[in-house]
């Protein structure tokens, strides 16, 4: 039997789960809210074009209003500006996006301290109980923060000082930027830096090193509690938006029964 042929068979018969990672995408969703002067990304919107109606009689369809970094998402690292001449988000290998992962689970952590930061010493700790970060593979980092997501306020959690939300430090960035064999960073937040993280230095040191590394971000994960610490495969297609700095993406996980 071909490779292809037995992979399909075991996705069909429950020897391989595909676990959705994937955040639905409505005018729900949380986002990103920058303060003034800065930009900000639009709401996702629908607007209806027709509705098995004079408008079109046999078919329904719509625009879509959105931004390239709302919901569920991909960054490329063009999006930030030590890598303003890297990959656009069409320019991403294919086989980039089909890649292992491991979780690492700090969660509890998260739950105690809003502003959790994971460090250098937690993710070698992680790797002496676990083994090495995959080489050309996602770091997954869980912080329980998805099961805020049915609610802008409290998912951005922010007041007066701005958002509270885990995220890595400083230290920690630059080392997976610059040590580590990884792809890149899936976060269940907002975006891949920490709520803080506009008053570190260097400010949101997530994009500035990861995707100055020419390394990726994959934001507002969920069910990756669902997941293995190490043993999955992720796949993380983003529209191929020529000149884009990122996408919304449908992010599926393949695990092996039993490998939990």
Known sequence: MSVLRSFVDSVRNGAIEVIDLTAPLSSETPILQLPEPFGNTIPFRLEEISRYDDRGPAWYWNDIHTGEHSGTHFDAPIHWVTARDGEDVSQVPVRSL??????????????????????VDHV?????????????????????????????????????NGPHTPGISVECARWLAEETPILGLGVETVGTDAGAAHSFDPAFPCHSFLLGAGKYGLTQLRNLDRLPVTGAVVVAPPLPIVGGSGSPVRVLALVERGAE
């Open 124 to 160: 070698k700790e992680w790797e002496r109980a676990n083994g090495p970060l995959p080489d050309g593979g996602w770091l997954l980092f869980r912080t329980g923060w998805d099961t805020r997501s049915g609610d802008q306020a409290a998912f951005l959690n922010a007041d007066e």
């Open 98 to 119: 089909l890649a292992p992962a491991v979780v690492l689970d700090f969660s509890a952590e998260a739950a105690k301290d809003s502003d959790f930061l994971l460090q």
